[in-house]
């Protein structure tokens, strides 16, 4: 990679400076929350368990896309060897795996908690939705283990032989072939892993979308007999709706930005495409959370609470 001038330098800081706080304030906020939460009633909600473990694998995930790029700014041959650049890779794909899942959780449980089918397993489900979550998010976690697991074992028979695992990575405009292989496992198994649980997310997506129409023509049918009626499980589903699409929007964007720089090695190369996919990757882990947040009356009740106290704190000390 050319050595990057110095205002490129000075935005690039700027900008991961920005995606740190914002990253750092919404995935953060979540987490403690609900731990002091958890800390005064030992209990938390089904949904406050997703969430919160949500925001953690996010919190973790923009760590990692964040030190990647400084390390290497301040490393630049970090990750030369074969061996650190496949360990950086599979912290990646288990994190990745993590957050994945456990969006697909929280689209499921918004499914279950909000849709309305006739259904017996359906019904059975939203029954008992709460004692299943910590299954579910049990079940995500040993998913990202076996597709990680795989990853590291087809790397390393593939790859990896006894005579050339210390090989260092190409350095020059072409990829050695251990470094060609990598890549390809890297985005095999990546998109592989990632097929059941977005289609579980989809699924899930669908349900909801079909059950919110359903309720619109129930609602406008009402409308029309009683003007004053009003349909409350409407709200929800749109709620719901909201937190599922721009999840979906974001992670795709996420997705492609983090496969070009699969797919694409020679982006390392390339100072501003490079730049460019690290600023996407590393904001996608704080936007979904700050629409949680916004969503979520809780989490507003407490963020109006806390700005009205630093409002009142800031009038003292100015006045």
């Given at each position: 990679?050319?050595?990057?001038?110095?205002?490129?330098?000075?935005?690039?800081?700027?900008?991961?400076?920005?995606?740190?706080s914002v990253g750092v304030v919404a995935n953060g906020y979540i987490v403690a929350l609900n731990?002091?939460?958890?800390?005064?009633?030992?209990?938390?909600?089904?949904?406050?368990?997703?969430?919160?473990?949500?925001?953690?694998?996010?919190?973790?995930?923009?760590?990692?896309?964040?030190?990647?790029?400084?390390?290497?700014?301040?490393?630049?041959?970090?990750?030369?060897?074969?061996?650190?650049?496949?360990?950086?890779?599979?912290?990646?794909?288990?994190?990745?795996?993590?957050?994945?899942?456990?969006?697909?959780?929280?689209?499921?449980?918004?499914?279950?908690?909000?849709?309305?089918?006739?259904?017996?397993?359906?019904?059975?489900?939203?029954?008992?939705?709460?004692?299943?979550?910590?299954?579910?998010?049990?079940?995500?976690?040993?998913?990202?283990?076996?597709?990680?697991?795989?990853?590291?074992?087809?790397?390393?028979?593939?790859?990896?032989?006894?005579?050339?695992?210390?090989?260092?990575?190409?350095?020059?405009?072409?990829?050695?072939?251990?470094?060609?292989?990598?890549?390809?496992?890297?985005?095999?198994?990546?998109?592989?892993?990632?097929?059941?649980?977005?289609?579980?997310?989809?699924?899930?997506?669908?349900?909801?979308?079909?059950?919110?129409?359903?309720?619109?023509?129930?609602?406008?049918?009402?409308?029309?007999?009683?003007?004053?009626?009003?349909?409350p499980g409407t709200d929800a589903h749109v709620h719901a709706l909201k937190s599922v699409v721009?999840?979906?929007?974001?992670?795709?964007?996420?997705?492609?930005?983090?496969?070009?720089?699969?797919?694409?090695?020679?982006?390392?190369?390339?100072?501003?495409?490079?730049?460019?996919?690290?600023?996407?990757?590393?904001?996608?882990?704080?936007?979904?959370?700050?629409?949680?947040?916004?969503?979520?009356?809780?989490?507003?009740?407490?963020?109006?609470?806390?700005?009205?106290?630093?409002?009142?704190?800031?009038?003292?000390?100015?006045?």
């Open positions: 990679m050319k050595k990057p001038l110095v205002p490129t330098v000075i935005f690039y800081l700027i900008i991961s400076a920005i995606e740190i731990y002091i939460d958890w800390a005064k009633s030992r209990t938390l909600t089904s949904y406050d368990k997703i969430i919160t473990s949500l925001a953690f694998s996010r919190f973790c995930l923009q760590f990692l896309v964040t030190l990647d790029y400084f390390l290497f700014k301040i490393y630049p041959n970090l990750f030369s060897r074969f061996q650190t650049y496949q360990l950086y890779l599979v912290i990646w794909m288990f994190i990745n795996q993590v957050n994945l899942c456990f969006a697909s959780c929280l689209s499921v449980f918004h499914c279950v908690k909000i849709a309305i089918f006739n259904q017996s397993l359906f019904s059975w489900l939203k029954l008992n939705i709460s004692k299943l979550v910590p299954l579910l998010l049990l079940g995500s976690v040993l998913y990202s283990l076996v597709t990680t697991v795989n990853f590291i074992l087809f790397s390393y028979s593939y790859c990896v032989s006894s005579h050339n695992s210390t090989d260092r990575l190409s350095t020059n405009g072409t990829m050695s072939d251990n470094e060609m292989k990598l890549m390809k496992f890297t985005f095999l198994i990546h998109s592989v892993g990632s097929i059941f649980p977005l289609i579980v997310f989809i699924a899930s997506s669908v349900l909801l979308i079909i059950s919110l129409w359903r309720h619109i023509r129930k609602m406008n049918l009402n409308s029309d007999l009683n003007p004053n009626f009003r349909n721009s999840f979906f929007i974001i992670y795709n964007i996420y997705y492609v930005a983090s496969t070009l720089l699969i797919r694409n090695p020679s982006y390392y190369k390339d100072e501003w495409k490079y730049m460019v996919c690290i600023f996407v990757a590393a904001a996608y882990p704080s936007l979904h959370s700050i629409i949680l947040i916004l969503g979520n009356p809780k989490l507003k009740r407490a963020t109006a609470k806390i700005l009205h106290s630093a409002n009142s704190c800031f009038r003292e000390v100015t006045s």
